[in-house]
């Protein structure tokens, strides 16, 4: 059984590790924060979608105490880390769903829901389950609640000149601590921690790994996606080259 201290080591690890691949995450999380603050209010129900431990949830309820959140993801490692290093939340409640599938029907909360978040997750679904992802979560949400979607969004077809100046431009991010563990190295060291034994075989037997260097989908391609799923507007509310917060209104 994990315990709250380990867990928290092992969260603080993993912020360090993808604070490692996306230097301005921690800036990227303050644009998303504000942002629902200003549009959802002080006591939103929140859906933390994708949420890995927890580590958006936690800024949301830092900033947002009268806010509840529910927490989906579907790695039974970062799941068995959030729930034991922030679990003690009762504004803070986690659930196992993938959501490529039935997601809506494990939600704890009945809709609909005043707010969205999603940070370094969509990215992950291909086009086909986005297009069904983004339709339940317009179901899911009131009008006028609102989603926030923190990720990477490349350039589409037709702007590969610019895609190709954006990454020489990439060099002017500030780089993140050295000591930081790597992707790889951040999950091979998990991999030994006794701890996690059972969810790291559940996790291989249900196949949740991707390369971290996938590719992602086109900003064009997110906002066509939700306007066709419901949502009255789409726009950006806070951007570094392809690294974006996305904002759409239900």
């Not at 691949?21 to 549009?39: G, K, N, Q, Y």
């Not at 039935?102 to 609909?112: F, I, K, T």
């Not at 179901?139 to 020489?168: E, K, M, T």
């Amino acid at each position: 059984m994990v315990v709250h201290a380990e867990a928290r080591t092992w969260l603080e690890r993993w912020d360090a590790q993808q604070q490692r691949h996306i230097p301005d995450r921690e800036e990227r999380f303050t644009a998303m924060v504000e942002a629902l603050a200003a549009f959802a209010g002080q006591t939103p129900r929140v859906l933390d979608l994708g949420a890995g431990p927890g580590s958006l949830s936690a800024r949301v309820l830092e900033r947002l105490p009268g806010a509840h959140v529910v927490a989906l993801d579907t790695d039974p490692v970062l799941l068995a880390i959030g729930r034991a290093a922030l679990g003690q939340d009762e504004r803070l409640t986690f659930v196992d769903a993938d959501l490529r599938g039935s997601w809506v029907e494990a939600l704890p909360l009945p809709p609909p829901y005043d707010a969205a978040v999603s940070t370094t997750a969509l990215h992950w679904l291909g086009l086909a389950d986005l297009i069904r992802f983004y339709a339940s979560l317009a179901r899911v949400l009131r009008p006028g609640a609102v989603f926030l979607d923190g990720d990477r969004f490349d350039y589409d077809h037709d702007q590969q000149a610019i895609a190709r100046g954006v990454q020489a431009l990439r060099d002017d991010i500030p780089a993140a601590e050295s000591s930081a563990d790597d992707w790889e190295g951040w999950w091979a060291a998990i991999e030994d921690e006794e701890a996690f034994a059972s969810e790291v075989v559940e996790r291989r037997r249900r196949r949740h790994d991707h390369p971290h260097d996938n590719a992602a989908h086109s900003y064009e391609f997110h906002r066509a996606a939700l306007l066709a799923a419901g949502f009255a507007e789409v726009g950006t509310v806070w951007q570094r080259l392809t690294n974006r917060v996305l904002i759409a209104v239900r």
